[in-house]
Nanobody, 121 residues
Framework: QVQLAESGGGLVQAGGSLSLSCAAS????????MAWFRRAPGKEREFVAG?????YYADSVKNRFTISNDNTRNTVTLQMNNLKPEDTAVYYC?????????????????WGQGTQVTVSS
């Protein structure tokens, strides 16, 4: 059973940066496909970034966010730069055992509890 725990959310001004971390336990990170999703108020949950050997991003965050996997620490990090008010959401870490990327949240079996990111204008 994989368990995920996010940390690092908070309040930041537009243009600022935040780093989110997701610690995985129960299976080696190298055997999982990891992804970040987010849900803004009143909106559907959406794919943000994911990857294992290659990285994939939503168009809205490309060139601003970076996902990285640290297999020695079993942790995946989402570095978010140049944040915008529209990035405000609860961010979720997700994992799936099939090691191919999917932008569909239904494809992921394991989820963290979520961490709030608020970007003020």
């Amino acid at each position: 059973q994989v368990q995920l725990a996010e940390s690092g959310g908070g309040l930041v001004q537009a243009g600022g940066s935040l780093s989110l971390s997701c610690a995985a336990s129960g299976r080696p990170l190298a055997t999982l496909m990891m992804a970040w999703f987010r849900r803004a108020p009143g909106k559907e949950r959406e794919f943000v970034a994911g990857g294992r050997l290659s990285a994939y991003y939503a168009d809205s965050v490309k060139n601003r966010f970076t996902i990285s996997n640290d297999n020695t620490r079993n942790t995946v990090t989402l570095q978010m730069n140049n944040l915008k008010p529209e990035d405000t959401a609860v961010y979720y870490c997700a994992a799936r055992q099939q090691v191919t990327i999917s932008r569909d949240s239904d494809a992921y079996e394991c989820w963290g509890q979520g961490t709030q990111v608020t970007v003020s204008s």
